[in-house]
């Protein structure tokens, strides 16, 4: 019984296709939006890479060489964030390894953040508001926060219970994210995973990561643009 049981757990993941993505920032924006975020809050970004530099591209004028890197909280199978935290307010939960956080239990004592290799938690130092408007304009089931917690993306965990996708996959215009049980051989995630050349950022960190990417030119070379966050 107890085999079945671990059979039928999930394990959450996001596949990336750098071919696709064109730095548009709807990821960003509409998860903005969905999430109620404060001012100066970002669950996803984008960045550029190409140059020397994060944000900046490189080439020749031209020949550009210019990727955009949708950048989000990696979900870790290993978490490092979970384990530096003291009170325990960072957490996986139990049934499908989503590394969440406990609003109630965090302290804003940034331990996660500064631990997070991939720069994706973000102390929230502002309380939610809109400029010119009392209304709530994300989804109803969000998860309230409390100034001088952290933050990141939770994958839209009330969406996920719900049977729904990440906003952020179902808003992307160039059809450049999914998402699906990792666990699932059949879905979706676990064929492109299969079939691509994938890449995770940091592997040497054995934090295991759920979002993979598929690299811009589908090849592991020497520079594919993921080796500016590494």
């Known amino acids: 019984m107890e085999n079945n049981d671990k059979k039928k757990k999930k394990r959450w993941g996001m596949v990336i296709d ?4 064109v730095g548009c920032q709807t990821c960003a924006v509409g998860c903005k939006i969905k999430n ?19 944000d900046t591209a490189g080439g020749t004028y031209k020949h550009p060489v210019r990727y955009s890197i949708p950048l989000n909280c990696q979900n870790c199978e290993n978490p490092i964030c979970v384990d530096v935290c003291p009170t325990g307010a960072s957490y996986q939960r139990e049934e499908d390894k989503l590394v969440l956080i406990d ?35 994300g989804e109803e089931g969000v998860t309230p926060r409390y ?12 969406r996920i ?7 952020c996959i179902d808003v992307c215009p ?9 666990n699932d051989e059949d879905s979706d995630v676990s064929q492109l995973i299969r079939e691509n050349p994938v890449e995770t950022l940091h592997p040497e960190l054995d934090t295991r990561p759920s ?16 080796d500016f966050i590494q």
């Open 36 to 54: 109620n975020l404060a001012d100066g809050l970002w669950w996803n970004r984008v960045i550029t890479v190409g140059g020397d530099h994060i």
């Open 161 to 167: 219970d719900q049977g729904l996708n990440p906003f």
């Open 18 to 21: 750098l071919t696709r993505c």
């Open 103 to 137: 609003y109630d239990k965090c302290i804003g004592c940034r331990a996660c953040v500064e631990a997070c290799p991939y720069g994706v938690r973000i102390a929230n130092t502002e309380e939610p508001r809109y400029e010119h408007c009392d209304v709530q304009l």
């Open 211 to 226: 979002v993979y990417y598929i690299p811009p030119n589908k090849k592991k070379t020497r520079r594919t643009g993921l």
């Open 174 to 182: 160039e059809r450049a994210r999914f998402f699906g049980d990792l």
């Open 147 to 158: 100034q001088g917690v952290v933050e990141k993306c939770t994958f839209c965990v009330e």
